[in-house]
Structures are given as structure tokens and as C-alpha cells.
């Protein structure tokens, strides 16, 4: 395998670490309890990453096969809504802060998601180029949870959070 992939994982992998300070540095200042648990969760798939990234550069430091690596959709993909979901719920009051945090993990979750898409179109192997492209369905995912937190503190001030179950379906 080439230097330029194991430099690209490089840059993935303090990419990963970068975004897990933002997202735990976010949820200790955020006030509201269910900003603090999405920015928890986004850091818990940060870690995720890491160690993916991680295992993928050893198998190609050993000089062992690739294998394809199974990249989970995301912690917050199993609970989180579609932003067009009708259990939406008002809950706290967002503050400025957040908006503005929100914005950084939108502009990260971007960023992130552009990078594994190159790295995945530059890719020579299959298993290199669908290693990066589930990390960037990944990332879109975060984006577009994070954009629907946006836009929901943006309409109204409020975060949502979603019904654990409903007794009238």
C-alpha cells in the first residue's frame, strides 16, 4: 500500500480525535440535556472511527490482506429522527452557545464526509474505496442530524428530542 493512503488515514484518524474534543468540549457547555447527549453520542462515534481507522492502518502496516471492516451507521442514527419525523417534541430552550456549536459540528461533519468521499474516489483497492465511503454515509448521517437540530433551534428556540415509544400507534 501506498504512503498517500496511510497518510490519508493519518489525517482521518486526528480528524476523528479533533471532532471527539469538539463534541465533548460542546456537551459540557451545553445546557440542554438532550444537546449534551447528542453531542456525547457524536463523540462516542468519533472514538468508533478512530479505532477503525485504527485497525484498518495496522492490517496494512502488517502487510495482512485487506478485509473489508464493518463500519457501524452510528449511535445516533438507532434514535435520532428524520428531520420530517412527526414525534418531534419541543423540550429546553437553546441558548446562542449552541446554535454556534452547531454550526462547528455541521462545518466538521462537512468536512469530514467531503475527505472519506476523495480518499474513497481516489482508492485503488475495493476494499480501501468502501472503507472510506461508509465513513462518509457515516458522516452525512451526523451532518444531516445536526443540520435538523439547526434548523429546529433556528424555527422555534427549542431543541427536540424524540418519543422513547408511543401509545397511540
Known amino acids: 500500500?501506498?504512503?498517500?493512503?496511510?497518510?490519508?488515514l493519518k489525517t482521518a484518524y486526528?480528524?476523528?480525535?479533533?471532532?471527539?474534543?469538539?463534541y465533548l468540549k460542546f456537551a459540557k457547555q451545553t445546557k440542554v440535556l438532550?444537546?449534551?447527549?447528542?453531542?456525547?453520542?457524536l463523540a462516542l462515534d468519533e472514538v468508533d472511527h478512530m479505532e477503525?481507522?485504527?485497525?484498518?492502518?495496522?492490517?496494512?502496516?502488517?502487510?495482512?490482506p485487506l478485509e473489508?471492516?464493518?463500519?457501524?451507521?452510528?449511535?445516533l442514527s438507532k434514535f435520532m429522527p428524520d428531520a420530517s419525523d412527526a414525534s418531534l417534541q419541543k423540550v429546553d430552550k437553546a441558548e446562542l452557545g449552541d446554535e454556534e456549536a452547531l454550526k462547528i459540528a455541521l462545518e466538521h461533519e462537512k468536512k469530514a464526509h467531503e475527505f472519506y468521499k476523495e480518499e474513497a474516489s481516489k482508492a485503488t483497492s475495493p476494499e480501501v474505496k468502501e472503507f472510506f465511503e461508509k465513513l462518509a454515509e457515516v458522516?452525512?448521517?451526523?451532518?444531516n442530524i445536526i443540520q435538523a437540530e439547526?434548523?429546529?433551534?433556528?424555527?422555534d428556540g427549542f431543541?427536540?428530542?424524540t418519543m422513547e415509544f408511543s401509545v397511540e400507534m
Open 150 to 155: 439547526l434548523d429546529t433551534i433556528r424555527n
Open 139 to 143: 458522516e452525512e448521517k451526523h451532518y
Open 68 to 75: 473489508v471492516i464493518d463500519v457501524p451507521s452510528g449511535r
Open 1 to 8: 500500500m501506498s504512503n498517500e493512503l496511510l497518510k490519508a
Open 52 to 64: 477503525l481507522i485504527e485497525k484498518f492502518t495496522n492490517q496494512i502496516m502488517e502487510g495482512k
Open 34 to 41: 438532550s444537546g449534551k447527549n447528542m453531542f456525547i453520542q
Open 14 to 22: 486526528e480528524a476523528e480525535k479533533e471532532g471527539l474534543r469538539t
Open 159 to 161: 431543541w427536540f428530542d
